[in-house]
């Protein structure tokens, strides 16, 4: 039984807890929050016997081996960087840091202390995707690869009155792409690697975050083509277009529908059977890895977050978002 701490009191906290307990593999059994006040109270909505206000006293308790890091993506390194040098395995919130120097200082960080650390993405761990990458050499020589995750944020309501929350503010690492085109451009990077060249575009906020922006990802043979927005919606599936075949995902952030459309017009189902706690996947990755004594996952890589990092990178480049942490 892994004993499991928490960081950070949000709903996807709250998600991930049900998730892992799902498991039958995780207890938890420690939260930090940044007052004393709201790590009781997440305590008490899940019996958790330690609670902590205090960063370094957390990280040095010996109540937990393990923490799924869900902080503001500003943070992430700097809580990451100190639980592992504790000896604490983390499972850290996509995108897992604010830019490549981050993320290499927490890579460094896993394997210097021998830990295991990895971004909880869960998308890539489903087994829905597990049925694309089983399946995808069906489709022939891939010509494109096309995702779309946009969904209008309530939170942009707040902002179009004058209250900037996380989701717009660039002192948190925030915006479009860093919350929902990693959904995007994580897949990608697990299935086809770096690319050979990145073009951006972007609406920018007065605020100094994308709100809304596209990528054009170019590959030997074939491209990519992402949109994100947080606000406006789309309904589109993703594609991954083949010379012999299409494959539709409907959701790229959370595939729970997969087929292959052939050009005889018959169609291939590939769906697979998934628990309604989707999170649940990437949790069990992680215990696998614990009780394994195996410090990176295969799929969720330390190659992968790198390379979906770079290609973030390169597009804030690109469209001019500078977050503060880019500045240390």
Request: hydrophobic fraction near 40%; aromatic fraction near 10%; charge should be negative.
């Amino acid at each position: 039984m892994n004993r499991l701490a928490i960081i950070g009191t949000n709903w996807i906290t709250e998600e991930f807890i049900h998730a892992a307990l799902e498991t039958g593999e995780f207890e938890v059994t420690a939260v930090y929050s940044r007052t004393e006040e709201k790590a009781a109270e997440f305590a008490a909505k899940f019996d958790i016997s330690h609670r902590y206000a205090d960063l370094n006293a957390f990280a040095q308790s010996d109540a937990f081996d393990a923490v799924y890091i869900a902080s503001p993506n500003s943070l992430h390194a700097q809580y990451a960087v100190l639980c592992m040098e504790h000896g604490k395995h983390v499972i850290c919130e996509k995108p897992a840091a604010s830019n490549s120097s981050e993320l290499a200082a927490m890579i460094a960080a896993a394997r210097n202390n021998k830990v295991v650390f990895m971004e909880a993405l869960k998308s890539t761990l489903m087994p829905n995707f597990k049925a694309v990458q089983a399946n995808i050499h069906k489709l022939g020589p891939i010509r494109r690869y096309f995702a779309s995750y946009c969904q209008y944020s309530s939170r942009y309501d707040a902002y179009k009155q004058g209250t900037v929350l996380n989701a717009f503010n660039p002192a948190f690492s925030n915006g479009s792409m860093m919350d929902l085109g990693v959904y995007c451009i994580y897949p990608l990077a697990v299935l086809f690697g770096a690319p050979n060249r990145v073009q951006a575009s972007a609406v920018m906020l007065e605020s100094g975050v994308d709100g809304e922006g596209s990528l054009l990802l170019s590959y030997d043979g074939m491209d990519a083509v992402i949109q994100h927005s947080k606000i406006a919606s789309s309904y589109l599936p993703a594609e991954i277009q083949g010379e012999l075949a299409t494959m539709v995902i409907d959701t790229i952030n959370q595939p729970s529908r997969v087929q292959i459309r052939y050009r005889d017009g018959s169609v291939e189902d590939l769906t697979q059977e998934q628990s309604a706690r989707t999170m649940r996947y990437e949790a069990e990755e992680f215990s696998r890895l614990i009780r394994e004594g195996v410090l990176e996952s295969a799929t969720n890589s330390h190659a992968t977050s790198s390379i979906a990092m770079a290609i973030m990178d390169e597009a804030r480049r690109q469209i001019g978002l500078v977050f503060p942490a880019d500045r240390v």
